[in-house]
């Protein structure tokens, strides 16, 4: 099966979506752990902010390709 590059971007920018929303669940949990001095290694809103940034440029590529 042969894939445009709009649709790779396209495929991209919805997985970069789903990470998205994973992080911000992910966040979510983090922020409302029982024991405060087990934190956590990953920064979630860091990894959101780049998920949702990289699907919006993907987006705006598979747009205008």
């Known amino acids: ?7 790779a971007a396209g495929l ?3 997985a970069l979506v789903v990470l ?3 992080a911000g669940v992910l966040n979510a ?3 409302r752990r029982r024991d405060p ?6 920064d979630w809103p860091t ?3 780049a998920a949702l940034l990289g699907a919006f440029l993907l987006a705006s ?3 205008n390709l």
């Open 61 to 63: 590529v598979a747009f």
């Open 29 to 31: 949990r983090r922020r």
């Open 12 to 14: 991209g920018a919805g």
């Open 47 to 49: 990894v959101q902010f």
């Open 37 to 42: 001095d087990r934190v956590g290694f990953v």
């Open 20 to 22: 998205a929303i994973v």
């Open 1 to 7: 099966m042969e894939w445009s590059a709009r649709t």
